[in-house]
T-cell receptor, first 118, second 115 residues
Framework: GAVVSQHPSRVICKSGTSVKIECRSL??????MFWYRQFPKKSLMLMAT?????????EQGVEKDKFLINHASLTLSTLTVTSAHPEDSSFYIC??????????????FGPGTRLTVT | GNSVTQMEGPVTLSEEAFLTINCTYT??????LFWYVQYPGEGLQLLLK?????DKGSNKGFEATYRKETTSFHLEKGSVQVSDSAVYFC??????????????FGTGTLLAVQP
């Protein structure tokens, strides 16, 4: 149980275009989802926290207009990288946390999405 | 601010060798400490955790003890297997009401176990 998927696993896009990454909790309802970014040989950095039905909370230094996060349902959150540039190339990882009192009240991670902007 | 420092890899061991991956942290308050493992092509999985000083987390033969006096949470296993080859991440978090909130990760340590 507590499986989180991400789609796509890899994406290559041209500079200036937008890319959407999906994060789904497959077998539990995720009231909270987290988006992380991982640079080569660096740790995962939290970008934002999203709660279902409300606006995401962004970490300091993360541009909310560039990294649009939507958490419209209890099983799906999306991260859209708008007007992508080569410096946005990275590995993006989501995690999902279930509801209080449930067995899924822990962060469960997706497999990540490799974004390459050319 | 809060931070986690873990030893850089890769760590290469022979099967049945003893494993230690060092992790130290800096934090205000009383964080919870975690070890996550990422197998090739998969997402991060929680390996073990400890929520207060002197707690020992254990799972699948791995152990780590929350040492407040040395601000450390070193990961150990007495006899590694090839199947333990993965990247290991040390992390800390504030936990409120049982919920793991913002996780702060170390850089990850690649473990390669040779038969």
């Amino acid at each position: 149980g507590a499986v989180v998927s991400q789609h796509p696993s890899r994406v290559i896009c041209k500079s200036g275009t937008s890319v959407k990454i999906e994060c789904r909790s497959l077998d539990f309802q995720a009231t909270t989802m987290f988006w992380y970014r991982q640079f080569p040989k660096k740790s995962l950095m939290l970008m934002a926290t999203s709660n279902e039905g409300s606006k995401a909370t962004y970490e300091q230094g993360v541009e909310k207009d560039k990294f649009l996060i939507n958490h419209a349902s209890l099983t799906l959150s999306t991260l859209t990288v708008t007007s992508a540039h080569p410096e946005d190339s990275s590995f993006y990882i989501c995690s999902a946390r279930g509801t209080s009192g449930s067995s899924s009240y822990e962060q469960y991670f997706g497999p990540g999405t490799r974004l390459t902007v050319t | 601010g809060n931070s986690v420092t873990q030893m850089e890899g890769p760590v290469t061991l022979s099967e049945e060798a003893f494993l230690t991956i060092n992790c130290t942290y800096t934090a205000t308050g009383y964080p919870s400490l975690f070890w996550y493992v990422q197998y090739p092509g998969e997402g991060l999985q929680l390996l073990l955790k400890a929520t207060k000083a002197d707690d020992k987390g254990s799972n699948k033969g791995f152990e780590a003890t929350y040492r407040k006096e040395t601000t450390s949470f070193h990961l150990e296993k007495g006899s590694v297997q090839v199947s333990d080859s993965a990247v290991y991440f040390c992390a800390l978090s504030d936990v409120y009401g049982g919920a793991t909130n913002k996780l702060i990760f170390g850089t990850g340590t690649l473990l390669a176990v040779q038969p």
